[in-house]
């Protein structure tokens, strides 16, 4: 933001035209105002988070250009959906915090995303196929719920990933989410089934139930919660180790790697 200020600023002063000086700086005072709360505590040694915006879209589609990507975390396949469009709609929400991922070294490298309402939440993220498997992904999740915790009164969150979706249940597991003995579904969709998890503090299942369907009523989400197969007459047992999201917890501290070696958008693991 303040790079792209100071090159409008040195073209401004060459030139002689003031005007684009006073548009850039309206631009940058406006995305300023914008910025979230407590926007200082969005960072850890590693990785700083920083509201999605329309500068974002070349990195985000470059990074978000596995399929893989959008199939399992539910997001748009932008060959038939405008980015520009679904960010837009997602910043008129007064209810959602679309975060861009930023690696101190290697730039943006993926997306984390909340939804809250009445101090309940619902998380997803996602990040580009070179940085997964890292411990970026729980990193950035764990400095956006204590942020959200502290400066929105955050007090439980909720996620879903599908079955085998092995990565994202151990990094929800690492943060501290527990999974619920629900599964998400969606009416019309009868191939659609993900499991539930949650985050915050000690309530039983029972509850836990009721709130998610009233989350997702209120805020037109399709989805519906249901006891899973697995579970004894709907529930398990009421008892959960007590998770308060008001406790400190540290954000680990990564030692920083030297960047890839080669400009390929993906890297092949072995």
Not at 189 to 210: K, N, V
């Amino acid at each position: 933001m303040f790079d792209s200020a100071e090159q409008t600023l040195q073209r401004a002063i060459q030139s002689g035209d003031r005007q684009p000086l006073l548009d850039e700086y309206r631009q940058q005072q406006q995305l300023a105002n914008s910025l979230p709360k407590g926007v200082e505590a969005l960072r850890s040694d590693t990785l700083i988070l920083t509201p999605l915006q329309t500068y974002h879209e070349e990195d985000f589609l470059w990074q978000y250009a596995d399929p893989n990507i959008a199939e399992l975390c539910n997001l748009p396949d932008f060959d038939e959906e405008d980015w520009q469009e679904w960010l837009k709609t997602n910043q008129t929400k007064s209810t959602k915090y679309q975060f861009a991922v930023n690696h101190k070294y290697w730039g943006f490298i993926g997306s984390v995303g909340l939804e809250i309402s009445q101090r309940i939440g619902f998380f997803y993220y996602w990040l580009g196929t070179d940085f997964q498997g890292n411990g970026y992904g729980s990193q950035a999740v764990r400095i956006m719920l204590d942020w959200a915790s502290r400066y929105l009164g955050l007090r439980c969150c909720y996620a879903k990933a599908y079955k085998h979706n092995i990565p994202s249940k151990k990094a929800m597991e690492k943060i501290g989410f527990r999974p619920l003995p629900f599964k998400t579904t969606i009416p019309e969709r009868e191939d659609y089934e993900e499991e539930l998890f949650y985050w915050g503090e000690h309530q039983t299942d029972r509850l836990s139930l009721s709130e998610i369907n009233r989350f997702f009523m209120s805020l037109g989400f399709n989805e519906r919660v249901v006891p899973s197969q697995q579970s004894s007459n709907g529930y398990r047992r009421n008892y959960r180790p007590d998770f308060s999201p008001n406790v400190q917890k540290s954000t680990p501290n990564l030692t920083p790697q030297p960047p890839y070696p080669h400009k390929g958008r993906f890297l092949t693991k072995t």
